[in-house]
C-alpha cells in the first residue's frame, strides 16, 4: 500500500510544476525572496507568493505545495486536495505527510518538509524530491534532537565533491535524509548506506524510491559497526561532526552531534576508514578539527588519525595500508563565532536565555579543552592499489570562492587523484621528458609599481576546480605559458635557462617542484 502511495505522490509532482526552476530565480517567489529564505526568513517569500496570479492549475499547485511543504504555513484543504489529486488528502495522511486541522474551513499543516532539488553531474542533469523533518524556518522554533536534515550547505558541498568514477560498491556512512547514498547510486553498482536513527532510515528509503532509484540497501547502526568486515570502493560521509559540549541542558540533535568529546567523532570514522577501502578505494569526509593545546593540530590532526588507523608510513610492513591524505581546510572559526553559528542552526534565537546560557556552556567547554580554533573542510583519503607505495600527505588552506564548475568539483578531485598517480611513478628525469599543456581555465595575473617594465608580482589563477591562486615569477610564469604540448619540460627549462642566463641546473632545482605541485592540481596536465 505504501508504494502504491508513493507513485501516486510522484504522478502528482510530475504533473505540477513544483520546481527548483519554477521557484527560485525570476520564478515564482523570486530571487528576493530567494534570498531571504537562505537568510532564515520565509515573510517575503510567501508574500511573493501571495502577489502572484497562477495562469494555471500546475501553476496553483506549485504555489499551495511550496508554502505548505517548503514555507511551512497551513494551507486551505480543498487547495492541498486540488494540488494532490491522484493521492488524496487521505493519502497523504497515511504517509504522514500532513494532517488536517479541525478549523472551520478546513486546513491543512505540514509534517514534513518536502521540496524539489535539481543539479547537474558527470552523469547529466537531475531533478528529485526530497522528503526531511520540518526545519527550524517552519517550526520557528528550536528542532527535535531526532531531527533528520534536508538538503543544506554541507549535503550538497559533498554531494559536489563526490568523485564520478564507476565502481561496485559505495558505502554512505550516516546517511540521513539519504542524498549522499542518492548521489551516490548515480555511478555505484550497489550502495550502503547507514545510520544510527531509525527515523533518518525512514526517509531516506522514501525519497529512494520516490525518485526511482534502486540498488541502496539501508543498514541501521553505529558509525563501521553495520559493515563490519567490509570493503567499499567508495566511501562518502557527512558525518555529525559538529563541537557539541558534552554538558547537562545541552541539547544533541542526531545530524550534527556525534556524541562524542571535541573532534573525536570525525578522528573515529577517519581512523576506520581505511580498513573499509578496497585497494584503490577513495573515501571522502566533511570534518571539524580542533587547533590548539595538546594534540589538537588543526587539519594536520587528520593525519594522526589516520595513522591510528593502522596506515602505513610506505614502510614494507604487510600489515598496513598506505594511504593518501588529502585535506583541504576551508574555514576557521574562533570558539565564539562558532558557538554562535551552531546555536543559531538549533533553532535558538540570540537574545534569549537559552541562548546565553547554551553561549556559555560552548565557551566554558572550549576553554576546559584549550581549543583556540575550529577548521572546517573536506578529507580525501585514497587505500593504495600497492602495499609499497610510499603515501603523498597534503593540507593545504584553500578558504576562498570555488571556482565555476557546472558539474560539481568531483571532476577536478578525481583529475587531481589520477594526477598525483601519475607523479608518483615518473623520477624528475622522466617529468622533464613529459610535454605538457596548461589548463584552459588558467589565466595569468601581474602587477607593477608604476613606472616599472618588470612586474613584481605574477599570480597564476585557476578559474575551475578549487580556483587556486598560484604565486609566480619569470621563470614559472615563463614555463606555463610554453606548456602547449609542443616541447618537453626539459626542453622549456633549457630555453629559458640561455635566455634569463641562469644554470640549467639551478634552473631545474627551482622548477620541478613546482611542476609537480601544479600538475597535481590541475593548472598543468600530463
Not at 598525483?420 to 617529468?431: F, H, I, K, N
Request: negative net charge; proline residues 5%.
Amino acid at each position: 500500500m505504501r508504494s502504491d502511495l508513493i507513485t501516486r505522490l510522484r504522478h502528482d509532482l510530475d504533473r505540477s510544476l513544483f520546481t527548483v526552476a519554477r521557484l527560485t530565480g525570476a520564478g515564482a517567489w523570486g530571487a528576493t525572496g530567494g534570498a531571504a529564505l537562505f537568510r532564515g526568513e520565509r515573510i517575503a517569500a510567501r508574500r511573493a507568493l501571495a502577489s502572484r496570479r497562477p495562469a494555471s492549475p500546475e501553476e496553483r499547485a506549485s504555489d499551495t505545495l511550496a508554502l505548505l511543504f517548503v514555507l511551512g504555513y497551513p494551507q486551505p484543504a480543498e487547495d492541498v486536495a486540488a494540488a494532490l489529486p491522484t493521492l488524496g488528502l487521505d493519502g497523504a495522511e497515511e504517509l504522514a505527510l500532513l494532517e488536517r486541522t479541525a478549523d472551520t474551513p478546513v486546513t491543512v499543516r505540514p509534517l514534513v518538509d518536502l521540496r524539489p532539488y535539481s543539479f547537474v553531474d558527470s552523469a547529466g542533469e537531475a531533478a528529485w524530491w526530497i522528503a526531511s523533518d520540518l526545519g527550524e524556518l517552519a517550526l520557528q522554533g528550536p528542532l527535535r534532537e531526532d531531527h533528520v536534515l534536508g538538503i543544506g550547505g554541507a549535503s550538497t558541498t559533498l554531494s559536489g565533491l563526490m568523485i564520478p568514477r564507476p565502481v561496485e560498491r559505495a558505502l554512505d556512512l550516516g546517511t540521513g535524509c539519504g542524498i549522499q547514498a542518492m548521489h551516490a547510486a548515480r555511478h555505484a553498482r550497489h550502495v550502503v548506506a547507514t545510520d544510527i536513527s531509525e527515523r533518518a532510515l525512514d526517509f531516506a528509503r522514501f525519497n529512494a524510491e520516490l525518485n526511482l532509484i534502486d540498488g541502496i540497501e539501508f543498514r541501521l547502526g553505529s558509525l563501521f559497526e553495520p559493515v563490519s568486515g567490509e570493503r567499499f570502493d567508495h566511501i562518502v560521509s557527512n558525518p555529525p561532526f559538529v563541537i557539541t559540549p558534552r554538558t547537562e541542558g545541552v541539547p544533541s540533535y542526531e545530524y550534527r552531534d556525534g556524541g562524542m568529546v571535541g573532534d573525536a567523532l570525525v578522528a573515529t570514522v577517519v581512523e576506520q576508514a581505511a580498513a573499509h577501502l578496497t585497494p584503490g578505494g577513495v573515501a571522502q569526509f566533511l570534518g571539524n578539527w580542533e587547533t590548539g593545546r595538546g594534540s589538537k593540530r588543526g587539519a594536520y590532526s587528520v593525519v594522526d588519525w589516520v595513522a591510528r588507523g593502522g596506515a602505513s608510513d610506505g614502510a614494507h610492513d604487510e600489515n598496513a595500508a598506505p594511504v593518501d591524505i588529502w585535506v583541504v581546510e576551508r574555514e576557521m572559526q574562533d570558539p565564539a563565532t562558532y558557538a554562535e553559528t551552531w546555536i543559531r542552526d538549533g533553532g535558538t534565537r540570540p537574545g534569549t536565555a537559552d541562548f546565553e546560557r547554551l553561549y556559555e556552556a560552548w565557551l566554558d567547554d572550549f576553554e576546559a579543552r584549550g581549543v583556540s580554533e575550529v577548521g572546517f573542510g573536506y578529507i580525501t583519503l585514497r587505500r593504495a592499489q600497492d602495499p609499497a607505495t610510499h603515501p603523498a600527505q597534503t593540507i593545504e588552506r584553500l578558504a576562498g570562492a570555488l571556482g565555476g564548475n557546472d558539474t560539481g568539483l568531483g571532476s577536478h578531485v578525481l583529475e587531481c587523484l589520477d594526477a598525483q598517480d601519475a607523479l608518483r611513478s615518473l623520477s624528475d628525469g622522466e617529468l622533464l621528458l613529459q610535454t605538457l599543456r596548461v589548463a584552459g581555465d588558467v589565466t595569468e595575473e601581474r602587477h607593477y609599481w608604476p613606472g616599472n617594465d618588470d612586474p613584481t608580482v605574477i599570480t597564476l589563477r585557476q578559474g575551475g576546480g578549487f580556483a587556486r591562486t598560484v604565486e609566480s615569477g619569470t621563470a614559472l610564469s615563463a614555463l606555463v605559458g610554453a606548456c602547449d604540448g609542443d616541447l618537453s619540460v626539459g626542453a622549456i627549462v633549457g630555453a629559458l635557462a640561455q635566455l634569463l642566463d641562469v644554470p640549467e641546473d639551478d634552473l631545474l632545482a627551482e622548477l620541478v617542484p613546482r611542476v609537480r605541485e601544479l600538475v597535481r592540481c590541475a593548472i598543468l596536465r600530463l
